[in-house]
């Protein structure tokens, strides 16, 4: 069964820090894996989909890797600033109907 | 942009009431799915569609049930409501065959009281 951690739990950084998420699978037979930010009490939107054959994809300051077959990706977030602060999920989508399985996430502290 | 919208933000049911939560996407994606989300347990899937009238079980589809009559609409039942299945409720849209991303809503806070 797929499992999937991310390290660290909880991460407080000053504004203008360049930082990375990491996440780890279990099972290397992925279709995709996406990244995720959280807002308290909100719904999840959707910022990075690395497709399993893909290493890497770019967004903004935002840039995700993935090495499918460590079972890594890894979110890097580039001069950070406080609007930056939620929960990031990472989730990795199975080759049959793309179910999402979820990391329990990072919560990320930018303070100015 | 997919917009997926729920129903209701927030809902207050009393313990043995049965209870509908409403998803509905505008981009004619194939898949929806429902989640929950609880402290420490992070987001567990309960139940998917991948076309009208079809549903597949989810890891924890006990005390729930779904229904999709059309393509834009997938609900979610909770049967008989219990105290544990005070949550967040989250539906996913997904896969277009333009796209893989899934799309979520806003979040149902579901109260059992």
């Known amino acids: 069964k797929q499992e999937v951690t991310q390290i660290p739990a909880a991460l407080s950084v000053p504004e203008g820090e360049n930082l990375v998420l990491n996440c780890s699978f279990t099972d290397s037979a992925i279709y995709n894996l996406q990244w995720f930010r959280q807002d308290p009490g909100k719904g999840l939107t959707s910022l990075l989909l690395?497709?399993?054959?893909?290493r890497e994809q770019t967004s903004g300051r935002l840039n995700a890797s993935l090495d499918k077959s460590s079972g890594r990706s890894t979110l890097y977030i580039a001069a950070s600033q406080p609007g930056d602060s939620a929960t990031y999920l990472c989730a990795v989508a199975d080759t049959g109907f793309q179910k999402l399985v979820f990391g329990t996430g990072t919560r990320l502290l930018v303070s100015p | 942009d997919v917009k997926v919208t729920q129903s209701s933000r927030y809902l207050v049911k009393r313990t043995g009431e049965k209870v509908f939560l409403e998803c509905v996407q505008d981009?004619?994606?194939?898949?929806m799915f429902w989640y929950r989300q609880d402290p420490g347990l992070g987001l567990r899937l309960i139940y998917f569609s991948y076309d009208v009238k079809m549903k597949e079980k989810g890891d924890i589809p006990e005390g729930y049930s779904v229904s999709r009559e059309k393509k834009e609409r997938f609900s979610l039942i909770l049967e008989s409501a219990s105290t544990n299945q005070t949550s967040m409720y989250l539906c996913?849209?997904?896969?277009?065959?333009?796209?893989?991303?899934?799309?979520f809503g806003p979040g149902t806070r579901l109260t059992v009281l």
């Open positions: 996913a849209a997904g896969w277009s065959g333009r796209s893989d991303e899934q799309f």
């Open positions: 690395i497709q399993s054959s893909q």
């Open positions: 981009m004619d994606h194939e898949n």
